[in-house]
């Protein structure tokens, strides 16, 4: 297995543009989880999927966040519109329930 | 608040000594997770250790736990200079909760 992919690695956008992440977890793998990581709140959970479903999305910053998992090998994470207070890396990971995360390398994003 | 903290925030030591990082949380848990991170790319799992384990063992890695102190370590025995990384505990209340992580431990193994 490739590993959870994540793309872009990187995506620098002017504020006001939406900004599309995608994320492809391990085949298998029942959990999927969106964190966001930067210097000042380190890892924040944004929201997570059991079996495609959002189980908890308490930690999406505002309604310009929204996330979804049309399948199990496919999810997307979009900001509309974006700020520069958006700039951080986006990381997504999976897991099945019980064992630790695989996580992305994660997309840099970056609003200006 | 993050459920766990590390401890140092930083620590900096010579190729071949021992790195002991600490963890502390606030309420019970399910498991506790570690994971290492370098710099620039995702965050990789390390070891778990479940709630009703005291301690586990994985290659140069020891994890202990201490439920009724709500605290963790993370000894690497022998380090190298490719464990230079930032180290996150992480834990979840239940099974099938989200993970919650700390701040970190920058660890910094000196050649």
């Known amino acids: 297995d490739a590993g959870v992919i994540q793309s872009p690695r990187h995506e620098v956008t002017e504020m006001g543009q939406e900004v599309t992440l995608r994320c492809k977890p391990i085949s298998g793998h029942d959990y999927l989880f969106w964190y966001r990581q930067t210097m000042m709140r380190g890892l924040e959970l944004l929201i997570y999927f059991n079996n495609n479903v959002p189980i908890d999305d308490s930690g999406m910053p505002e309604d310009r966040f929204s996330a979804k998992m049309p399948n199990a090998s496919f999810s997307t994470l979009k900001i509309q519109p974006s700020e520069p207070r958006d700039s951080a890396v986006y990381f997504c990971a999976s897991s099945l329930e019980g064992f630790g995360y695989t996580f992305g390398s994660g997309t840099r994003l970056t609003v200006v | 608040s993050q459920q766990g903290e590390e401890d140092p925030q930083a620590l900096s030591i010579q190729e071949g000594e021992n790195a002991t990082m600490n963890c502390s949380y606030k309420?019970?848990?399910?498991?506790l997770q570690w994971y290492r991170q370098n710099s620039g790319r995702g965050l990789v799992h390390l070891i778990l250790?479940?709630?009703?384990?005291r301690e586990k063992h994985s290659g140069r890695l020891r994890v202990t736990l201490d439920t009724s102190k709500k605290s963790s370590s993370l000894l690497i025995t022998a380090s190298r200079a490719a464990d230079t990384a930032s180290y996150f505990c992480a834990t979840d209340k239940t099974s099938g909760s989200r993970l919650t992580f700390g701040e970190g431990t920058q660890l910094t193994v000196n050649p």
């Open positions: 309420t019970s848990i399910n498991n």
């Open positions: 250790i479940r709630s009703n384990e």
